[in-house]
């Protein structure tokens, strides 16, 4: 079973940065698809930004130019790189992993609250 564990939320003010991280219990290259998806209170699941194995990304019209996804397969970690954040961020952030043996994994959560 994979596990997934993110960290890094918390209480910015609009404008400011947070760095989402997410640790997989395995290397994440086994993994054909990373990401991070977020859901605010009322509203569904969406995806924020994905990584495959071979470092093709996409973002969400929403947070093109402003948020950034990477990793490092040294420390099994997935990173979510946010700036210019603006209330509308505001949700809980979820990493994701796909893989042939393993489907769709997700993580518990990350919460991220941007408020004055």
């Known amino acids: 079973q994979v596990q997934l564990v993110e960290s890094g939320g918390g209480l910015v003010q609009p404008g400011g940065s947070l760095r989402l991280s997410c640790v997989a219990s395995?290397?994440?290259?086994?993994?054909?698809?990373m990401g991070w998806y977020r859901q605010a209170p009322g509203k569904q699941r969406e995806l924020v930004a994905t990584?495959?194995?071979?470092?093709?990304?996409n973002y969400a019209d929403s947070v093109k130019g402003r948020f950034t996804i990477s990793r490092d397969s040294a420390k099994n970690t997935v990173y979510l790189q946010m700036n210019s954040l603006k209330p509308e961020d505001t949700a809980d952030y979820y990493c994701?992993?796909?893989?042939?043996?393993?489907?769709?994994?997700w993580g518990q959560g990350t919460q991220v609250t941007v408020s004055s």
């Open positions: 994701y992993a796909r893989s042939l043996s393993t489907g769709d994994n």
């Open positions: 990584v495959t194995r071979g470092g093709s990304t």
């Open positions: 395995r290397s994440i290259l086994s993994f054909h698809t």
